[in-house]
Structure formats: structure tokens, C-alpha cells
């Protein structure tokens, strides 16, 4: 009898984390979690309202005040903030700033954190983020932490978008990985670490392909 497991990734920008776990959902026909979406869309609020990205009592019952669903339509993820689909509008290097300023305040993330696990507590979802083995979901049954050098990283991250027509320079996305990197090392509350129990997966060399397949095999190995 196949159990439905959570299935946790954390790792820093670019690693592929989104990638995926949006394949492994898919193959194992699990739910798929982005969890920087939720900060991203609490960000583009903020921003939208012109509140201070410093000003943490105002952003923590902003957080609290506002409706995120996370859809699955075809294969992608659609993002509702309050209604509005703003999955394109998150996407823009100025909300990814803006959300790792948010993810540093502890009452966001703990508004947030409460959602995620409501979201998830009945298992067969895929959770990728920055915390979701270490805070989250510390019992989760199988833990990924990704990575991939800064370079690469930054590669991906400048062919994505090239692609939506972005005219962002490779230099100026390698100092912004390294800068987003920073802070979400650095925070306090719930820094990006790995959990003890995290399984590491270098994904600078490795096709995408070649990385689902292998987190699918340690998931059959825990009976998912
Ligand atoms: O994965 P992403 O680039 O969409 O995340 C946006 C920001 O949110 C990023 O700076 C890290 C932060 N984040 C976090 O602190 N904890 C999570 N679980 C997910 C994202």
C-alpha cells in the first residue's frame, strides 16, 4: 500500500527546486507547493500599498489579512492573491527582492508557515522552499536539499528571463544570487540551512530529468 508522503525540497535560488517539484509531483500525482510564491505574493502587497519593506508589524497583519491560493491547472501553478491571478506579476526580479526583505520577518513567516501546514498536513504534496524541512515539516519522510553552484544558478535564472523578454544582463543576475543568497543565509528567523537529515543533491551537472528520477526512487524506497 503506497503511502502519501511529504515530500520536502529546500535549497537556495536557482538550484531547480521549482522544476523540480513540480515534476515529482507529477509523477507521483502528489500536490504541488510553492512556498515562494506565498512570500512573493505578500511582497507585491506590500509594494502595491507602498508600506515599508522594514515596517514588520504592518507587514505581519498584512500577511495575516490576505488570501493565497495556490491552483494547479494544466500541468502549472496558478497564484491568487485576494482573487487577483498575479502569477506573472510576481515574477519580476523587483517582488523576488522585495520577498526575501519580507521572509525575514518572523510574524510573516509565522503566519505563513500556519497555511503551509494546513496545506499539507494530509500528505502527498511536494513543498519546495526554504524551510520546509528544517520548520515546516521537520518529520516530513524525505527531505531534498538542492543545490548547484552560483553560476549556473545564476545562468538559469538569466535564461528565464531572457525568455520573457527581460533585458537583464547575466553579471547583474549573478550579483543578485549572491545578494538573495546572503539574506536568506543570514536572517534570523528561519535562515536557509540544511535540515541534519536533508538528503544533498548537486544539481549543477545533472539534467532535470535525471534529478526527478532520482528523488522518485527515494521516494518508492520510503513506500510513496
Ligand atoms: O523561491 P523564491 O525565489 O520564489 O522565493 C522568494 C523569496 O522568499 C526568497 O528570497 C526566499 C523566500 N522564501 C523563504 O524565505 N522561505 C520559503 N519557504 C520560501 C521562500
Redesign the pocket.
Same mark, same amino acid.
Given at each position: 500500500m503506497l503511502r502519501n508522503l511529504i515530500v520536502a525540497i529546500?535549497g537556495p !535560488?536557482g538550484s531547480g +527546486? %521549482?522544476t523540480l517539484a513540480r515534476r515529482v509531483a507529477e509523477l507521483l500525482g502528489y500536490l504541488y507547493i510553492?512556498?515562494? *510564491?506565498?512570500? &512573493?505574493s505578500v511582497?507585491l502587497k506590500a509594494l502595491r500599498r507602498g508600506i515599508s519593506l522594514e515596517a514588520q508589524e504592518h507587514l505581519t497583519s498584512l500577511a495575516a489579512e490576505t488570501r493565497i491560493d495556490l491552483r494547479a491547472q494544466d500541468g502549472t501553478q496558478q497564484v491568487f492573491l485576494d482573487g487577483e491571478d498575479v502569477t506573472a506579476a510576481?515574477r519580476t526580479p523587483e517582488v *523576488?527582492?522585495a *520577498? %526575501? +526583505? /519580507? *521572509? !525575514?520577518v518572523p510574524g510573516v &513567516?509565522r503566519v =505563513? /508557515?500556519a497555511e503551509?501546514r494546513r496545506a499539507g498536513e494530509r500528505g502527498g504534496v511536494v513543498m519546495?522552499? #526554504?524551510?520546509?524541512g528544517s !520548520?515546516?515539516f521537520p518529520d516530513a519522510q524525505l527531505k531534498i536539499f538542492l543545490t548547484a553552484s552560483p553560476e549556473i544558478r545564476a545562468e538559469r535564472r538569466w535564461h528565464e528571463h531572457q525568455q520573457k523578454g527581460d533585458g537583464i544582463d547575466l553579471t547583474r543576475t549573478l550579483e543578485e544570487i549572491h545578494e &538573495?543568497d546572503r &539574506?536568506?543565509r543570514e #536572517?534570523s528567523a %528561519?535562515p =536557509?540551512v540544511r535540515a541534519h537529515d536533508a538528503i544533498v543533491v548537486d544539481s549543477t551537472a545533472m539534467e532535470p530529468e535525471e534529478v526527478a528520477r532520482l528523488v522518485l526512487l527515494l521516494v518508492n524506497e520510503r513506500g510513496g
Open positions: 529546500d !535560488v +527546486k %521549482s510553492d512556498t515562494g *510564491a506565498m512570500y &512573493r511582497a510576481i *523576488a527582492q *520577498a %526575501s +526583505k /519580507v *521572509a !525575514v &513567516r =505563513l /508557515v503551509q519546495e522552499g #526554504r524551510d520546509i !520548520v515546516v &538573495r &539574506r536568506d #536572517r %528561519s =536557509l
